[in-house]
């Protein structure tokens, strides 16, 4: 006896079968597929919240730098730390070309 008699023996439509394979298949293909959507967008999250943290920060570092730049800050410091003073204009000098 044959395979080909025996299948046909069972009873068994070999177009269906193919069809339930290939249904089969497109639906594990479907929930991978979701899967790694949703892994990918889990990710995006946490690099987007990971981003606004750093955005955060860089806003601090520019309002802490621009305090420190201060130019009324840099004179203070100047004449704390320096000693240093504004020249009278007894003690400057004009130089023309």
Request: net charge negative.
């Amino acid at each position: 006896m044959s395979l080909f008699s025996r299948l046909e023996s069972l009873h068994l439509n070999i177009p269906l079968m193919i069809l339930v394979l290939c249904i089969i298949a497109s639906s594990v293909g479907v929930i991978y597929s979701k899967h790694l959507g949703r892994s990918e967008f889990v990710t995006l999250q946490k690099l987007e919240h990971e981003r606004d943290q750093l955005n955060d920060e860089w806003g601090r570092l520019l309002l802490e730098q621009s305090t420190w730049a201060n130019p009324g800050r840099v004179e203070q410091q100047a004449r704390l730390r320096l000693q240093m003073t504004v020249p009278s204009p007894d003690a400057t000098a004009l130089i023309q070309p």
